[in-house]
């Protein structure tokens, strides 16, 4: 046997994170050897509090220890103004860039009949909610990959606020087709977002 079971165990742990291969797997599980046993405790506890304290923002959908996320809250930030994506990693990518300065909307999924995802399957009828409650003109920012499963969301979501007389835009195109939005670079995320375009 190479490895003593329990480092082939830690090994066979750390293999389960994307992006992580043998060798990358083997040096993280060595490298805790080398953590005290105080670091360790708490390389423990905050993989665990990951699991057990992180919830959907009843508002918006993101990821938070809260009920309501400090996006949310944080009233330097525009209502009128929602930025709708997929999910939680796309948000963390536009606060990354650090030019948006609306709130999101996480829809956890996109439109996808031939995978049995249906608009009632996503978080849609908050967003419904969320644009009711506007107080005056506002807009919302469709950030989804350019798919056929981004594409029938994004055609979903403007006949639903159809009725709400509000300015509804894409980012711009040029974002390559097929690419998930948290895998773009900041400067291609920031200028797809500047050069957003009005869904006709």
């Known amino acids: 046997m190479l490895y003593p079971e329990v480092l082939a165990n830690a090994i066979n742990s750390f293999k389960k994170l994307p992006g992580i291969g043998e ?14 046993d105080e670091e360790i405790d708490d390389f423990i506890k905050n993989v665990k ?3 057990s304290k992180l919830r959907r923002c009843t508002e918006c959908g ?21 930025c709708v994506v ?8 536009f606060e990354k860039s650090g030019t948006f300065n609306g709130k999101y909307h996480v829809l956890n999924g996109l439109i996808s009949p031939i995978d049995g995802v249906y608009p009632e399957d996503i978080n849609l009828s908050t967003l419904k909610r ?9 807009e919302v920012i469709i950030a989804l990959k350019p798919s056929i499963e981004g594409e029938t969301t994004t055609l979903y979501i403007k006949k639903i606020l159809e009725e709400n007389h509000i300015k509804v835009s894409r980012l711009s195109y040029g974002i390559p087709m097929g690419v998930e939005i948290d895998y773009l670079d900041a400067i291609t995320l920031d200028r797809a977002l500047i050069d957003r375009k009005e869904i006709s």
């Not at 060798?23 to 005290?36: C, D, F, G, H």
């Open 49 to 51: 509090d990951c699991k």
């Open 130 to 138: 969320r644009v009711d409650n506007f107080k005056g003109d506002g």
């Open 62 to 82: 993101h990821l938070t220890d809260k009920e309501v996320c400090d996006i949310c809250n944080d009233t330097n930030r525009e209502d009128n103004l929602l």
């Open 23 to 36: 060798k990358s797997a083997e040096r993280y599980a060595l490298a805790t050897i080398e953590l005290s």
């Open 86 to 93: 997929e999910d939680y990693k796309s948000v963390f990518m």
